[in-house]
Nanobody, 124 residues
Framework: QVQLVQSGGGLVQPGGSLRLSCAASGVTLDYYAIGWFRQAPGKEREGVSCISSHDNIPYYADSVKGRFTISRDNAKDTVYLQMGGLKSEDTAVYYC?????????????????WGQGTQVTVSS
């Protein structure tokens, strides 16, 4: 049974940084992609970033390019989302999900085994 457990998040001032972690159990991330999504109050869930194992190419939403960095540690079956230059509009609940690969349209593809979600609040 695949399970994704998230950690990190919290309250940070604008311009600050946070790191989210997504640890997998019941599966070896060597063969899968992890995507990060977020959902703000009253808004639809949107894709933030994705990284595959087969090519290690990171994908980012335009809104976070240059500020967020996704990385993976296959030895720990964990994917990280380092968030910098945080803005109030980054405030949301962040989720990680799993699928075989990312691809150019990763944000519209089906992910599964969602993590429990973690709140990120950017406020002064």
């Amino acid at each position: 049974q695949v399970q994704l457990v998230q950690s990190g998040g919290g309250l940070v001032q604008p311009g600050g940084s946070l790191r989210l972690s997504c640890a997998a159990s019941g599966v070896t991330l060597d063969y899968y992609a992890i995507g990060w999504f977020r959902q703000a109050p009253g808004k639809e869930r949107e894709g933030v970033s994705c990284i595959s194992s087969h090519d290690n190419i990171p994908y980012y939403a335009d809104s976070v390019k240059g500020r967020f960095t996704i990385s993976r540690d296959n030895a720990k079956d964990t994917v990280y989302l380092q968030m910098g230059g945080l803005k109030s509009e980054d405030t949301a609940v962040y989720y990680c999900g799993i699928r075989p690969r990312c691809g150019n349209t990763w944000y519209s593809l089906k992910f599964g085994s969602w993590g429990q979600g973690t709140q990120v609040t950017v406020s002064s």
